[in-house]
C-alpha cells in the first residue's frame, strides 16, 4: 500500500543520500592527494576562426585520472573542490600549466595563439587572484595578451564593485576576458558595458539545437549581432555539425569551438593538430 511504499521511498532517498555524500567525501579525500601526485593534466581544445579557417587559440580543460577508478570529470569534481576551497591550489597550477604550455609553443614557433582558462567564481574572488596571475605571467614569460581568462556571468553580477575593480585590473595587465556559457546566468547586459569585456561565449545549449529550434537559432543570431554591435568576439561553444557550422557562418559569428572541429586534445596531439592548420 501507499505507505509502505512511501516508506520504502524514503529509505531509498536515505541510501541514496549516503551514497552521494560517501562519493563526495571520497573525492575530496582524492582531490587533497591529486595535486601531489601528479593525477591532474591539462587537454586543449583549439578554437578556430570562421572566416579564416585558421587556428586561433585553445582552451585549457582540466582532467583527473583517479589511480584506481579512472577518468573523473571536472563537471563533477570542480564543484566539491570550490566547496572544500581546494579549488584555489588547484586552479593556480592550472593557471601555471597552460601559461608555461601557451610559452613553450611561442618558443616552438607555432602560430601565435591565445590560451584561454576557466575561472571558478571561488578563485575570481580569492584574495591573491590578481598577485597570482600576476606573478604566473611574469614567471612564465608569457605575453599577457595571449592569456584569456573564462568567467560566467555569475561571477561578474556578485558584488558589483569588487568585481569591477578586479575586472579593470586584468584589463590594465592586458589580460583578455571572455564571458562563458553566455545566455544561461540571470543577468542585466549593462555590465557588457560597464566591465571591459573582450569576448562572449555562446552556451552550448543554444547551439545545439539552432538547426531544430527556431527560438534558439533566434538567441544565437542575436547574440551574434549583439555582440558585433558592442565589437565583442562571439564565440560559439559546442559545434557538432555542419549544419550548426553552416548557420553560425551566415549570421557572421567569429570563432567556434566543438568536436565538429576537435575535442580537447592532450598537449602533443594539439600541437600536431595546430600545426597541420598553420
Ligand atoms: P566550459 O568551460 O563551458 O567548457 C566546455 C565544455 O564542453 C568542456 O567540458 C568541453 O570538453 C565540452 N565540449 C567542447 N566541445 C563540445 C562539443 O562539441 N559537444 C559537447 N557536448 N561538449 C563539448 P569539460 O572539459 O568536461 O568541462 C566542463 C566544465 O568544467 C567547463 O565548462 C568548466 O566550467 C569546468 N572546467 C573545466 N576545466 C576547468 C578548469 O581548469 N578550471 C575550472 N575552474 N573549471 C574548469
Ligand atoms: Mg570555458
Ligand atoms: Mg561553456
Ligand atoms: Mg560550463
Not at 175 to 197: C, E, H, K, N, Q
Not at 213 to 219: E, L, S
Not at 240 to 250: M, S
Request: one cysteine or more; a negative charge.
Amino acid at each position: 500500500n501507499a505507505k509502505e511504499n512511501g516508506r520504502d521511498d524514503f529509505r531509498f532517498f536515505l541510501t541514496d543520500m549516503n551514497l552521494r555524500a560517501r562519493e563526495q567525501q571520497s573525492i575530496e579525500d582524492g582531490l587533497r592527494h591529486a595535486l601531489e601526485q601528479h593525477e591532474f593534466v591539462l587537454h586543449y581544445q583549439p578554437k578556430l576562426n570562421l572566416e579564416t579557417g585558421a587556428i586561433t587559440g585553445a582552451e585549457a580543460l582540466i582532467r583527473w585520472w583517479r589511480p584506481d577508478r579512472g577518468f573523473v570529470s571536472p563537471a563533477q569534481f570542480i564543484p566539491i573542490a570550490e566547496d572544500s576551497g581546494l579549488i584555489v591550489p588547484i586552479s593556480q597550477w592550472v593557471l601555471r600549466e597552460a601559461c608555461r604550455q601557451a610559452r613553450a609553443w611561442r618558443d616552438a614557433d607555432l602560430p601565435p595563439l591565445s590560451m584561454a582558462v576557466n575561472i571558478s567564481p571561488l578563485e575570481f574572488r580569492n584574495k591573491g587572484f590578481l598577485e597570482g596571475i600576476r606573478a604566473v605571467l611574469h614567471e612564465t614569460q608569457l605575453e599577457p595578451h595571449y592569456l584569456e581568462l573564462e568567467i560566467t556571468e555569475g561571477v561578474l553580477m556578485q558584488n558589483i564593485e569588487s568585481t569591477g575593480s578586479v575586472l579593470r585590473a586584468l584589463h590594465d595587465m592586458g589580460v583578455r576576458l571572455a564571458i562563458d556559457d553566455f545566455g544561461t546566468g540571470y543577468s542585466s547586459l549593462s555590465y557588457l558595458r560597464r566591465f571591459p569585456v573582450d569576448a562572449l561565449k555562446i552556451d552550448q545549449s543554444f547551439v545545439r539545437d539552432i538547426s531544430t529550434d527556431a527560438g534558439d537559432a533566434a538567441i544565437v543570431s542575436a547574440i551574434i549581432s549583439m555582440g558585433r554591435s558592442l565589437k565583442l568576439r562571439v564565440i560559439a561553444e559546442g559545434v557538432e555539425t555542419a549544419e550548426q557550422l553552416a548557420f553560425l557562418r551566415a549570421q557572421g559569428c567569429e570563432e567556434m569551438q566543438g568536436y565538429y572541429y576537435s575535442k580537447p586534445l592532450p598537449a602533443d596531439q594539439f600541437e600536431v593538430f595546430a600545426r597541420s592548420k598553420a
